[in-house]
C-alpha cells in the first residue's frame, strides 16, 4: 500500500485512523482463522466427541450406531474375540472423551496455531502497531518536553514578572517611606508654623491689650483731667463771676477800647 | 427767603427811614428790635407764624413796640410782619442797619458787653475801630451777661474778642 501511495506521486499518505482501521482489521482475520482451527475444535465438548467417535465407528459392514449396536451385542456374546477387543478400544475412546484436558499443557497443535498467530501478530504488531505506538509515545513525549519547555518559560517569565513586582513594591514601599517621611516633615513645618502664628498672635494680642491698658490709662487720665480742670474752670468761672463788679467791668472795656486803639 | 428778597425788604426799609428822618435814631431802634427777635425764639416764632392772622400778630408787635420805639420803628416792623416775613425779620432788619450805615459811608460795629456802654465809650471804642480797620464805623451795643467781662466786636466778618466768656473757654481748651 506505501508502494501504492509512493507510485501515485502526489497521492496523500493515509491518516492515521484509516492505517489503524487497516491494521485492526488484519488482526481480526488472524483471530478468526485461529478460532476455526482445529485447536479451538480440540476443546469441543464430551457429547459432540462420543457422537464423533460414533459416527466414524465401523463394524460388520456398517457404519455409526448400528455398527456400535452389532459390536456391542457380538461381544457380549463372546464368541468373537476381535469384536471385543474392538469393543474395549472403542470403550477408551468414549473414555478419552469423558476425560479432562490437561489445564497446565495445551493440545500440540494448539500451541502450534497459538505460536503462528503470535508470530503473525507480533509480525503485525511490529510491523504496524509498534511503530505507531512509538510515534504516539515519541509526539508525547515531545508534547510533554514541549509542555515542560513552555511550563519552564511560563516559570522564568513568572520569576522574572514576580522579581518585577517585588521591585515594583520594594521602590512603592520606598516612594510611600519618602512620602511619609514628606508629610512629617511638612507636618512639622505646619507644626512649628502654627506655633510660631500663635506665639506672634499671642504678642501681638499682649501688646494690644497692653495698648488697650495703656490707652485706658490715658484715657481715664485725660477723663479725670478734664474733670478737674472742669470743675477748676467753672469755680473759677463762679469766683471771677462774683468779682466783677462794676469798677472791673470798666476797667476791662477801657482796656479792651486801649487795646483796639493800639492796633494799627 | 432769598437774599434778593432781603435785600428789597432791606432797602424799602432804609427807604422809608430816610424819607421820615432821623436815620441813626430808627437804625438803632431797629438793631435793638433785631437782637430782641434775636434772643426771644418764642416771639420769633409768634411773629412768624402764619395761622395767626396778620392783624393779630401786627397788633402785638404795636404791643410790644408801642411807647418804646418811634413810630417809624413800629410801623416798619408791623409792615414787615403784616407781609408774612416775621420769620426773616431780624435778617431784614440787620441788612437795613448795614445799609443805613452804609449810607453814611460807615460800617456796623456789633458790641457785645456785660454791661451797657456810655457815650464816651461808644465814641472812643468806634475811634479805637476805626484806627483799627481802618473804617468808619457806627457802634450797636448788645448788653450780653454770657460775656461775663471785656467786649466782643463784630464787624462783618471780623471778629475782635476780648471777652473775659472767651479767655475761660480758651484755659478751659488748654486744659
Known amino acids: 500500500m506505501r508502494a501504492r501511495i509512493q507510485d501515485g506521486g502526489r497521492a496523500r499518505r493515509p491518516s492515521r485512523l484509516r492505517r489503524r482501521a487497516i491494521a485492526g482489521a488484519l488482526i481480526f482475520l488472524v483471530a478468526t482463522g485461529l478460532g476455526t482451527s482445529p485447536v479451538i475444535a480440540a476443546g469441543e465438548t464430551p457429547g459432540a466427541c462420543v457422537v464423533e467417535k460414533v459416527e466414524a465407528l465401523e463394524f460388520g459392514g456398517r457404519h455409526g450406531g448400528e455398527a456400535l449396536a452389532l459390536l456391542e451385542e ?139 491698658v495703656e490707652a485706658a490709662k490715658r484715657q481715664a487720665l485725660s477723663d479725670m483731667q478734664s474733670e478737674v480742670s472742669a470743675i477748676v474752670i467753672g469755680a473759677a468761672e463762679t469766683v471771677i463771676g462774683r468779682n466783677l463788679d462794676h469798677d472791673t467791668q470798666v476797667e476791662l472795656i477801657e482796656s479792651y477800647i486801649d487795646d483796639v486803639g493800639s492796633r494799627n | 427767603m432769598s437774599a434778593e428778597k432781603v435785600s428789597s425788604y432791606a432797602e424799602a426799609l432804609v427807604a422809608v427811614v430816610q424819607a421820615e428822618g432821623d436815620l441813626a435814631a430808627t437804625e438803632d431802634e431797629l438793631f435793638a428790635v433785631a437782637r430782641a427777635l434775636a434772643d426771644s425764639d418764642e416771639l420769633r416764632e409768634v411773629l412768624a407764624d402764619r395761622r395767626i392772622p396778620a392783624a393779630r400778630r401786627q397788633q402785638i408787635v404795636e404791643d410790644l413796640l408801642g411807647g418804646h420805639a418811634a413810630e417809624t420803628t413800629v410801623a416798619l416792623v408791623s409792615m414787615v410782619v403784616g407781609a408774612g416775613r416775621g420769620s426773616d425779620l431780624v435778617r ?84
Do not use: H
Open chain 1, 74 to 212: 457380538t461381544a457380549a456374546r463372546g464368541v468373537d474375540e476381535g469384536a471385543e477387543e474392538k469393543f474395549k478400544s472403542f470403550e477408551k475412546k468414549l473414555q478419552s472423551c469423558l476425560d479432562a484436558p490437561n489445564p497446565i499443557i495445551p493440545e500440540v497443535t494448539e500451541i502450534i496455531w497459538g505460536g503462528i498467530a503470535f508470530v503473525v501478530l507480533l509480525a503485525l504488531m511490529q510491523w504496524k502497531l509498534f511503530p505507531a505506538v512509538k510515534r504516539g509515545m515519541d509526539r508525547r513525549a515531545e508534547k510533554i518536553r514541549d509542555d515542560l519547555d513552555a511550563a519552564e518559560t511560563a516559570r522564568t517569565e513568572a520569576l522574572e514578572v514576580k522579581a518585577g513586582y517585588e521591585a515594583e513594591l520594594a521602590d512603592a514601599r520606598a516612594e510611600a517611606g519618602r512620602i511619609i517621611d514628606a508629610a512629617r516633615s511638612d507636618a512639622e513645618g505646619v507644626r512649628v508654623d502654627l506655633i510660631a502664628r500663635a506665639e506672634a498672635e499671642a504678642a501681638e494680642l499682649r501688646q494690644r491689650a497692653d495698648q488697650d
Open chain 2, 92 to 175: 431784614i432788619i440787620e441788612a437795613a442797619v448795614e445799609r443805613s450805615a452804609g449810607l453814611r459811608n460807615k460800617a456796623v460795629a456789633e458790641v457785645r458787653s456785660a454791661i451797657a456802654l456810655s457815650d464816651d465809650q461808644q465814641q472812643r471804642l468806634a475811634e479805637a475801630l476805626r484806627r483799627a480797620t481802618g473804617k468808619d464805623v457806627t457802634v450797636k451795643v448788645i448788653v450780653d451777661p454770657n460775656v461775663m467781662g471785656g467786649l466782643v466786636t463784630r464787624i462783618g466778618d471780623e471778629v475782635i474778642d476780648g471777652s473775659v466768656r472767651t479767655r475761660i473757654n480758651q484755659l478751659r481748651e488748654a486744659f
